[in-house]
């Protein structure tokens, strides 16, 4: 753990999001201890699954906060036979198919290191791939929204989504999770100290 002179964790955060309520991917608590599991170099900070609409307000203040420089959405794919990292999500509400604003880009594309998390992924021996196909649900309104509310800026966080494959296993799903957010912490630089 980095710690300034106050004991307070320089560490950067990383949002994990399990947005999916009745289908929880992964408990992050994995001992007895109570303690969150932490990618290298980070801290993990969980937002509880909800309503899609309150959830994306949610997540969108945890990163107007500050100390947050990395948001991993995880949920299933509909779709994919291995883990996909979603690269772009369109202006679409959840199962609708209609745009859910009138104004704005009808497509937002990742700002994670969407290379990097597809490698991390195959490393630890599970198929995974990345793709521009949005799928017509939660988390690819969340992403949507996420990005599409942030400053388009050089210091803007990096937002992500995995989709875990149906079925999979816990074990799997975990591993999956683990390479991915980790991944995205190699890029993540330690908070500064308070003046």
Request: negative net charge; proline residues 9%; glycine residues 10%.
């Amino acid at each position: 753990m980095v710690e300034d002179p106050t004991g307070r964790d320089r560490r950067p955060g990383i949002v994990i999001c399990a947005y999916d309520a009745d289908d929880p991917v992964w408990d992050f608590v994995e001992d007895l201890s109570g303690r969150l599991w932490d990618p290298p170099g980070a801290r993990t900070v969980t937002v509880p699954a909800g309503e899609p609409h309150a959830l994306a307000n949610a997540l969108t203040e945890r990163l107007r906060e500050g100390g947050c420089q990395a948001m991993l959405l995880v949920g299933r794919s509909a779709r994919a036979p291995g883990f996909r990292v979603q690269m772009r999500a369109e202006v679409r509400i959840p199962g609708g198919g209609k745009r859910f604003v009138g104004t704005g880009p009808s497509i937002a594309r990742s700002t994670a290191p969407v290379a990097d998390m597809v490698r991390a992924l195959q490393a630890a021996g599970l198929q995974a791939d990345a793709s521009s196909e949005a799928e017509d649900d939660v988390g690819s309104y969340l992403l949507y929204r996420l990005l599409s509310e942030l400053p388009d800026n050089p210091d803007a966080p990096a937002i992500g989504l995995l989709r875990t494959p149906v079925p999979a296993d816990e074990a799997a799903i975990s591993k999956g999770v683990k390479a991915a957010a980790s991944a995205m912490a190699r890029r993540l630089t330690p908070l500064s100290r308070p003046a």
